[in-house]
């Protein structure tokens, strides 16, 4: 099983809705959560920590279900900038290692 | 410079050649980190470094793949006697940690393509 999984997708949503992301991870001593946003033939960039208690910046929802291991990501009203492909990314306790999953691709449709 | 930067971008190798990858990170960052991404997937982790100590190196593939980063700033990942297996996207990051903060900048990455 892998550390940390995702639905690769693509996930193809038109402008407006809302989009859900689930990312699960296996490793109980997980201790930090993000998600990252890639662009086509670009590199990662930090889009959201995620906090135990769930955060929100502007159109985006993070929460952490820690009892079921697993990560959310909500896009609300999506644009079409939105496309790209999201990274779930988890820190384990004990060490400074980062471990990617592989990515949602979300393509916003007009 | 404003973030990492990595050279060369593009590199194309022959079957057994090796190649040094260069980082340099975002000035006065502690950690440092090295990835290879192959399409369609995450940045797969390979080694880091806080200042100039490697701390874990369980990432690389094999002893053909080493890194160092003797000054605590620059960084080189080298992979010996290419194959063509090795061909992917080499990415580099440097970390900025705080109190709220938990950053990794990556940098536009190395396209090793090995033939």
């Known amino acids: 099983r892998k550390e940390v999984e995702q639905d690769p997708g693509p996930f193809n949503v038109p402008e407006g809705a809302t989009v859900a992301f689930n990312c699960t991870y296996s490793n109980s001593a997980s201790q930090s959560f993000f998600w990252y946003r890639q662009d086509c033939r670009k590199e990662p960039k930090l889009l959201m920590s995620v906090y135990s208690s769930g955060n929100e910046d502007g159109r985006f929802t993070a929460q952490l279900n820690r009892a079921s291991q697993y990560i959310s990501l909500l896009i609300r009203d999506s644009k079409l900038s939105d496309s790209a492909t999201y990274l779930c990314?988890?820190?384990?306790?004990?060490?400074?290692?980062?471990?990617f999953g592989t990515g949602t691709r979300l393509t916003i449709i007009p | 410079g404003a973030g990492v930067s990595q050279s060369p971008r593009y590199k194309v190798t022959k079957r057994g050649q090796d190649v040094a990858l260069r980082c340099d990170p975002i000035?006065?960052?502690?950690?440092l980190y090295w990835y290879r991404q192959a399409l369609g997937q995450g940045p797969e982790f390979l080694t880091y470094f806080n200042y100039e100590a490697q701390q874990d190196k369980s990432g690389l593939p094999n002893d053909r793949f080493s890194a160092e980063r003797p000054e605590g700033s620059i960084s080189t990942l080298t992979i010996q006697r290419t194959e063509q297996r090795d061909s992917a996207m080499y990415r580099c990051a440097s970390r900025v940690t705080g109190l709220h903060t938990d950053t990794q900048y990556f940098g536009p990455g190395t396209r090793l393509t090995v033939l």
């Open positions: 990314v988890v820190l384990n306790f004990g060490n400074e290692k980062l471990t």
């Open positions: 000035s006065g960052h502690v950690s």
